[in-house]
């Protein structure tokens, strides 16, 4: 059974700063892994899309690392910005389209 | 295009009674998932639906919660009789390939 933990729980620190958020997952036969964001009260909103094949993905201040074959992923924001604030989930998807979570990272950046 | 909707987006009741979530994927999507979040955890799968056939359910609570598809587009999720450990948000989810969509989820308070 895939497991996912997400390492820090909680993480607060001030505007400007260079942060990595860590997932690892015990199970590397995975199909991709996703980064989303959630905002108190809302939804999930999707951030990063890694393939099983690549190996990082980048959309504006986010990149987000894959290494399968020792079950981790990292999510690097540049430059915290106090908007930034948020819950940050891993989720790897197996082949059957199937998502298993993280417990999140809740993030607080400081002005 | 429009995103997943749900509703009621909250409800309170109290133990013993039943309640019910409505979800409407998003247009030309086979597939639909509902979570069950509880506060302060990563979403946890209850039941994924291809068109309006069941493909997991194995960690519904058969006993109280119920959900159906029907004619492959909008799905409802039951709980009868709702418990105390019930109270969480329920997101629903779509997808077409391989990325799954949320919606911004019913959050539920048993009381």
């Known amino acids: 059974k895939q497991e996912v933990t997400q390492i820090p729980a909680a993480l607060s620190v001030p505007e400007g700063e260079n942060l990595v958020l860590n997932c690892s997952f015990t199970?590397?036969?995975?199909?991709?892994l996703q980064w989303f964001r959630q905002d108190p009260g809302k939804g999930l909103t999707s951030l990063l899309l890694?393939?099983?094949?690549?190996r990082e993905q980048t959309s504006g201040r986010l990149n987000a690392s894959l290494d399968k074959s020792s079950g981790r992923s990292t999510l690097y924001i540049a430059a915290s910005q106090p908007g930034d604030s948020a819950t940050y989930l891993c989720?790897?998807?197996?082949?059957?389209?199937?998502?298993?979570f993280g417990g999140g990272t809740r993030l607080m950046v400081k002005p | 295009e429009a995103g997943v909707a749900q509703s009621p987006r909250y409800k309170i009741i109290e133990k013993r009674q039943s309640v019910a979530f409505w979800c409407n994927p998003i247009?030309?999507?086979?597939?639909l998932y509902w979570y069950q979040q509880i506060l302060g955890q990563g979403p946890k799968l209850l039941i994924q639906?291809?068109?309006?056939?069941?493909?997991?359910d194995s960690q519904l609570p058969k006993d109280r919660f119920s959900a159906e598809r029907l004619k492959g587009v909008d799905s409802t999720l039951k709980i009868q009789p709702a418990k105390l450990e019930d109270s969480a948000v329920y997101l629903c989810?779509?997808?077409?390939?391989?990325?799954?969509?949320f919606g911004p989820g019913t959050r539920l308070t048993v009381l």
């Open positions: 989720a790897v998807r197996d082949a059957g389209n199937m998502l298993t």
């Open positions: 890694i393939q099983s094949s690549q």
């Open positions: 639906f291809q068109n309006n056939g069941v493909v997991d």
């Open positions: 247009s030309g999507h086979a597939t």
């Open positions: 199970d590397s036969a995975i199909y991709n």
């Open positions: 989810a779509s997808s077409r390939e391989n990325e799954q969509f």
